[in-house]
C-alpha cells in the first residue's frame, strides 16, 4: 500500500481510520437511477461501494459500465469487482484500462463463482486467469506499467488492488496460504467473505495481521427471517448464531408492517453494532464491509450505532 | 484410458434412419475395456440393429481402431462387405471413428460418445483424471490434477467455494482437489511447493488445434 494515495479507500485504510464499504449489486437492468440513489444514502457513512461482477453467475450488467456510472452519478468512491471466470486475460487487461481511463481507482480481482451455479449454466467457464495471477497482472500493470507479456503501457493506469478471503473456510490452512499467495502477488487490502461468527473474524485476524495489509471483515445485516433462513441454508460455512436467529423468528410473528420492520431493524442494529464495537477495540481489523444487498438504508444506522 | 459411453438405441437408429446396410467396428482397446465396443457389445448392437430392421452385413473388432496400421490389418479380410454396406457404425472413440472416415471412405456413424481421459476403478466407475493439456504439472501438485478435478483449474490453490473439504459445483459431494493437494504435499513434507506462485497457463500449448506430433528424421 506504498507510494501516492489514488483513492479515498486507500487514503482512510492509510489513515488507519476504521474504514466502512458498502455493496451493490446491479441486477438485469440497464436503467442505474435504484443503485446511484442507493449509494448517495450510504454515502459518507462508507468510503466505497463494491460494484457485484455477475455474483453467483447470474447474468447482470457489466460491473464495469455500473462502477463508472454509480461513482459518478452518486459522488460514491466504487470498488469494480472483476472476476476471472467470463473474460480471459485479454479481455480483462483491456477492461481494466478502460476503468482506469473512466476513472475507477479501486478494484476487487476474484476468481468468481462457477457458471454452473448461477441462471445460465449452459456457458463456457473461462477461468484463464485465478485470483492470485489477476491480482499479480494488475499489480505488474500498475507499479512496472508492462502488460502480461513485458510490454510498456502507455499511460499505465493506477489501481488500489483488493482480494477476497474467507474466515469460514474449513480446512482454513489451505486458504491462510492463499491469503499469503494473495499477499506476495501484490493485494493491497482484503474484503472477507460475510462472517457471523466474531470467533472465526478473531482467528481469522491473528493469522493474518502478521502480513501488515488491510483486512476488512464482511458482516450482513439481515433484512428479514426469510433472508437469515436462506443464509443458513445456502451458504456452507455461514451460520447465523442461534440467538440472532431467535429474535429474528419471533420479529416475523409481529403482524404489524411497520412494527415489524422497527423491530427487524432494531435487533440487527444491536447484534452488528457490537459486533463492529468488539471488532475494532479487540482487533486488527481495518474495517467492516457491510454486504446489505437490498437493506442500504441500515448502513447510516448501523455505522452510527457502532461510534 | 479413453473412457466412452454407448448412445442411446434411439438416437443411433436416428442417425442411421436414411441407411440400411451396415457395417459395425467396435474396438480391441479403450471400448473393449469399458465394455461399450468390445466383442459382447458389437454382438449385442447388431442383433438390436437386426430387430429394428436393419441390415446388419458384418461386423468386426478392430484391435486399436485410432492406430491407421491396425485399421487397415483388421478390415482386410471385409473389405467386399464394408463396400458393400452404406454405413460403418463406429463402436469406438472420436479418433477411432475419424481414423475409419479417413481409411475407408464410408459414411460413419458414431455409436458412443467420448467423454474423457481416465482411470477405472471399477468397471462402470471411471474418473476423469488427465485433459490431455500439454503442460503437465504433476509434480508440483503431489500428482494429483488441479487442471482436470478443479472445474476453475485453479492453480494457486482452493476458492472461496470450498467448504468441509468439498466443491461447490455439483452440490459439495466432490472433494476440492486442493485441499486433496494440500494434504498429499503436507504428508510429503512439501508445502514449500504448495505456497509457491503458480504462473498462469500457457495456452497457446492447447489453443493451436489441432495439436499433432510429427517426428523429425536427422
Not at chain 1, 88 to 110: K, Q, T, Y
Request: hydrophobic share 35%; aromatic share 8%; proline share 5%.
Amino acid at each position: 500500500m506504498s507510494g501516492e494515495t489514488i483513492s479515498e479507500l486507500m487514503a482512510s485504510l492509510k489513515s488507519g481510520k476504521f474504514t466502512f464499504t458498502g455493496e451493490l449489486e446491479p441486477e438485469k437492468t440497464t436503467n442505474l437511477n435504484r443503485y446511484v440513489e442507493a449509494a448517495k444514502k450510504i454515502k459518507g457513512y462508507v468510503v466505497a461501494c463494491n460494484i457485484t461482477d455477475n455474483p453467483q453467475s447470474f447474468a447482470y450488467i457489466s460491473s464495469l459500465a455500473a462502477s463508472y456510472i454509480i461513482q459518478r452519478d452518486s459522488g460514491l468512491e466504487t470498488i469494480y469487482q472483476i472476476t476471472c471466470r467470463d473474460r480471459n486475460r485479454i479481455a480483462i487487461f483491456s477492461d481494466l484500462l478502460g476503468a482506469s481511463a473512466l476513472g475507477i481507482r479501486n478494484v476487487l480481482a476474484l476468481t468468481g463463482d462457477h457458471t454452473t451455479l448461477g441462471d445460465t449454466p449452459h456457458a463456457k467457464p473461462v477461468f484463464d486467469l485465478d485470483s492470485v495471477q489477476l491480482i499479480k497482472m494488475i499489480r505488474r500493470i500498475v507499479d512496472e506499467g508492462i502488460d502480461m507479456n513485458g510490454k510498456p503501457i502507455e499511460s499505465p493506469p493506477k489501481f488500489f488492488i483488493g482480494a477476497g478471503a474467507n474466515p469460514n473456510a474449513h480446512p482454513i490452512e489451505p486458504e491462510l496460504i492463499k491469503f499469503e499467495k494473495k499477499v506476495y502477488a501484490g493485494a493491497d487490502f482484503f474484503q472477507t467473505q460475510v462472517v457471523f461468527d466474531i470467533e472465526k473474524a478473531k482467528n481469522f485476524l491473528k493469522e493474518t495481521s502478521k502480513y501488515n495489509v488491510p483486512v476488512i471483515i464482511g458482516i450482513f445485516p439481515l433484512k428479514s427471517y426469510g433472508v437469515a433462513e436462506y443464509f443458513d441454508k445456502n451458504v456452507p460455512g455461514v451460520k447465523v448464531p442461534k440467538d440472532l436467529m431467535d429474535a429474528l423468528a419471533k420479529a416475523s410473528e409481529i403482524s404489524d408492517k411497520n412494527l415489524r420492520r422497527a423491530k427487524y431493524d432494531k435487533i440487527n442494529l444491536k447484534y452488528f453494532s457490537n459486533f463492529i464495537k468488539e471488532l475494532r477495540g479487540t482487533t486488527s481489523a481495518s474495517g467492516c464491509h457491510i454486504m446489505s444487498v437490498g437493506y442500504e438504508e441500515i448502513i447510516p444506522l448501523l455505522v452510527k450505532a457502532a461510534e | 484410458m479413453i473412457i466412452t459411453e454407448q448412445k442411446s438405441l434411439e438416437e443411433i437408429l436416428r442417425m442411421l434412419e436414411s441407411f440400411r446396410k451396415v457395417f459395425i467396428i467396435g474396438c480391441g482397446t479403450c471400448a473393449t475395456v469399458v465394455q461399450t465396443g468390445g466383442e459382447e457389445q458389437v454382438k449385442q448392437m447388431a442383433e438390436r440393429l437386426k430387430n429394428s430392421g436393419k441390415d446388419v452385413v458384418g461386423a468386426v473388432v478392430v484391435e486399436t481402431p485410432c492406430d491407421a496400421r491396425i485399421l487397415r490389418r483388421d478390415t482386410r479380410n471385409f473389405k467386399n462387405v464394408i463396400q458393400s454396406s452404406d454405413v460403418i457404425l463406429c463402436m469406438t472413440c472420436g479418433a477411432g471413428v475419424q481414423d475409419v472416415v479417413e481409411h475407408l471412405r464410408k459414411p460413419s456413424i458414431p455409436a458412443l460418445n467420448t467423454k474423457f481421459l481416465g482411470i477405472i476403478e471399477h468397471i462402470g466407475e471411471f474418473y476423469e483424471r488427465c485433459r490431455a493439456c500439454g503442460e503437465c504439472i504433476l509434480h508440483e501438485t503431489g500428482g494429483i490434477c488441479p487442471v482436470v478435478r478443479c472445474p476453475k483449474g485453479m492453480l494457486n490453490g482452493p476458492c472461496g467455494g470450498m467448504y468441509d473439504g468439498k466443491c461447490e459445483v455439483g452440490g459439495y459431494k466432490r472433494d476440492c482437489v486442493w485441499v486433496l493437494i494440500y494434504d498429499r504435499l503436507k504428508e510429503l513434507n512439501m508445502l514449500d511447493i504448495y505456497r509457491s506462485y503458480k504462473p498462469p497457463r500457457d495456452n497457446s500449448k492447447l489453443n493451436v488445434q489441432p495439436r499433432d506430433i510429427i517426428w523429425v528424421k536427422n
